[in-house]
């Protein structure tokens, strides 16, 4: 079945360090992909998102791309602020499932 | 607009109480979903409705059921709680196609004792 790999965390850098976290895929068809990001006592809410093969999400300085090829869509941030420090979930979903498949999420704690 | 609502945020329940998570969605969407949250887990469905009058099992439905009160309203009912089912609960709901992104409530953090 559909499934998404994440790295494991936490991921612990310091203000202003460039952040990279992995996601990887396989998936019957052709899913779209998602970041989404969780804040202490939040539920989630999304931060990017691509739906084709070479789509670049980007939000809040946030990007992933869809890789096909390499069935990736990482997660990268030039410059980490403090206000990042979250767990953030890599998703996809499936034509016609009605079901996402989430990561098992990965804590980002950065550091001032 | 609201949103996504989930009431309440916080329940402590004995073994074998019952109780139900009611869930609201005023963004006029089709589908809602239930997951589960455990530490190192990630999101665990639970059942979902991909319309009004439907509902479906995910992938830890037992102890649960569910209820499709209209297309606003999805509900979760624990019968007879156990403390297996402490956990942080999500509704959920998704836009109008089927590849869309899903719009999150707050959660209701469960304890069964």
């Known amino acids: 079945g559909d499934s998404v790999t994440q790295m494991e965390g936490p991921v612990t850098l310091s203000e202003e360090a460039f952040l990279t976290i992995n996601c990887t895929y396989t998936a019957t068809g052709y899913p779209s992909l998602f970041w989404y990001v969780q804040y202490p006592g939040e539920g989630l809410q999304l931060l990017l998102k691509?739906?084709?093969?070479?789509d670049k999400g980007s939000n809040k300085g946030f990007e992933a791309t869809y890789r096909k090829e390499t069935t990736s869509f990482h997660l990268e941030k030039g410059s980490v602020q403090v206000s990042d420090s979250a767990v953030y979930f890599c998703a996809l979903v499936t034509s016609g499932t009605y079901k996402y498949i989430f990561g098992t999420g990965t804590r980002l704690k950065v550091l001032a | 607009n609201a949103g996504v609502t989930q009431t309440p945020k916080f329940q402590v329940l004995k073994t074998g109480q019952s109780m139900t998570l009611q869930c609201a969605q005023d963004m006029n969407h089709n589908s809602m979903y239930w997951y589960r949250q455990d530490p190192g887990m990630g999101l665990r469905l639970i059942y979902y409705s991909a319309s009004e009058g439907t509902t479906d099992k995910g992938e830890v439905p037992n102890g649960y059921n569910v209820s499709r009160l209209n297309k606003r309203e999805f509900s979760l009912r624990l019968e007879s709680a156990a403390p297996s089912q402490t956990s942080v609960y999500f509704c959920?709901?998704?836009?109008?196609?089927?590849?869309?992104?899903?719009?999150f409530g707050p959660g209701t953090r469960l304890t069964v004792t």
């Open positions: 959920a709901s998704q836009g109008q196609g089927d590849r869309d992104e899903q719009y």
């Open positions: 691509a739906t084709k093969a070479d």
